[in-house]
């Protein structure tokens, strides 16, 4: 069961992570005509959604609390 507890530890820590680092985003646009082609890639910072870091969270609490309880 300390296994499931140390699970959800890093569910824990990966949630309150999502809140702080953004991820980078990167954007390709091409134009081709004939044997002519431009391209142009914009690269921008983006946050995950606050949902997918409150369910991390949550999902790693409630497996840190059930690691940790005693089998009767």
């Known amino acids: ?3 499931l507890f140390w699970f959800g530890l ?3 820590v990966l949630g309150l992570l999502s809140f702080l680092i953004p991820i980078a985003h990167t954007e ?3 134009f ?3 044997g002519i ?4 890639s914009q690269t ?3 946050p995950l959604p606050a ?3 409150a369910i991390l969270i949550v999902g790693g609490l409630s497996m ?3 690691g940790c309880r005693n089998k009767i």
């Open 51 to 53: 949902g997918v870091g």
């Open 37 to 40: 082609g431009i391209g142009m």
């Open 1 to 3: 069961m300390k296994t």
């Open 10 to 12: 890093i569910f824990v």
């Open 44 to 46: 921008e910072q983006r």
């Open 32 to 34: 081709q005509t004939g």
């Open 28 to 30: 390709r646009e091409t």
């Open 64 to 66: 840190m609390v059930g």
